[in-house]
Structure formats: structure tokens, C-alpha cells
């Protein structure tokens, strides 16, 4: 990695941009977001598909969150949240919805729907 380089007082970053890398971040993180919690992970996306029918305009993660606390799961299956709609038939449908959980400070979750 290059020396990092001061330009116009910012710090140079050569290796900020890189499309394979970033790709590679992402499969990582996910692996690990997965692995960290299994369990939590494979439960979201059952109940995901149970409940799907139930939800014609789609689903958020936070609607998964509150079947899973409605069922006696953990609401939240941590960083593998963002796994949940990997695979599985799924497509987002370009939609976004501001998220009720507090901790997430009403940020936008994607809108999946099934195949």
C-alpha cells in the first residue's frame, strides 16, 4: 500500500476506489455476519417465506424482526440482517421504507418481494 499523501490537507487514499475489492469486502462481511449467528440467520429466512404471502406490497427486515419477536426469537438477528434477503427467490423491488426500530434512527431498509 502507497504512503498516504496529504493534498490540500485531505488525506490521499489510493485504494479507496476499487470495485473488486469492495465486492470482496461485501461477500466477506456477509460470510461472517452469517456465521456469527447461524441460527438467527436461518430462522429470518424461514419465517421470511412464510410470510411473504402475508405481505403483497413486501417485506422489510423490520417486518421479519417483528414476526421473529412475535414467535420468542431475538427481533434481531444482528448483522446478519442484512443477509436475509440473499438467495431465496427474492428481488428488491427498487422500494424503501424508513425503519420503526429505534436503534436504527429511521434509516431506509430495501422492499424484497418473492419471485
Same mark, same amino acid.
Given at each position: 500500500?502507497?504512503?498516504?499523501?496529504?493534498?490540500?490537507?485531505?488525506?490521499?487514499?489510493?485504494?479507496?476506489?476499487?470495485? %473488486?475489492? %469492495?465486492?470482496?469486502?461485501?461477500?466477506?462481511?456477509?460470510?461472517?455476519?452469517?456465521?456469527?449467528?447461524?441460527?438467527?440467520?436461518?430462522?429470518? *429466512?424461514?419465517?421470511?417465506?412464510?410470510? %411473504?404471502?402475508?405481505?403483497?406490497?413486501?417485506?422489510?427486515?423490520?417486518?421479519?424482526?417483528?414476526?421473529? %419477536?412475535?414467535?420468542?426469537?431475538?427481533?434481531?438477528?444482528?448483522?446478519?440482517?442484512?443477509?436475509?434477503?440473499?438467495?431465496?427467490?427474492?428481488?428488491?423491488?427498487?422500494? *424503501?421504507?424508513?425503519?420503526? *426500530?429505534?436503534?436504527?434512527?429511521?434509516?431506509?431498509?430495501?422492499?424484497? *418481494?418473492?419471485?
Amino acid at each position: 500500500m502507497a504512503k498516504a499523501q496529504k493534498s490540500q490537507g485531505k488525506p490521499y487514499q489510493p485504494d479507496m476506489f476499487d470495485a %473488486a475489492e %469492495a465486492n470482496y469486502q461485501k461477500e466477506k462481511g456477509m460470510k461472517l455476519a452469517k456465521d456469527n449467528r447461524p441460527y438467527s440467520l436461518d430462522v429470518a *429466512r424461514r419465517i421470511a417465506l412464510e410470510i %411473504a404471502p402475508d405481505y403483497p406490497e413486501g417485506l422489510t427486515s423490520d417486518d421479519i424482526g417483528l414476526e421473529l %419477536a412475535k414467535r420468542g426469537y431475538m427481533a434481531n438477528p444482528g448483522p446478519a440482517a442484512g443477509s436475509m434477503f440473499k438467495g431465496g427467490g427474492w428481488y428488491f423491488t427498487g422500494e *424503501r421504507r424508513k425503519s420503526a *426500530r429505534v436503534t436504527n434512527h429511521s434509516r431506509e431498509l430495501k422492499v424484497w *418481494r418473492r419471485r
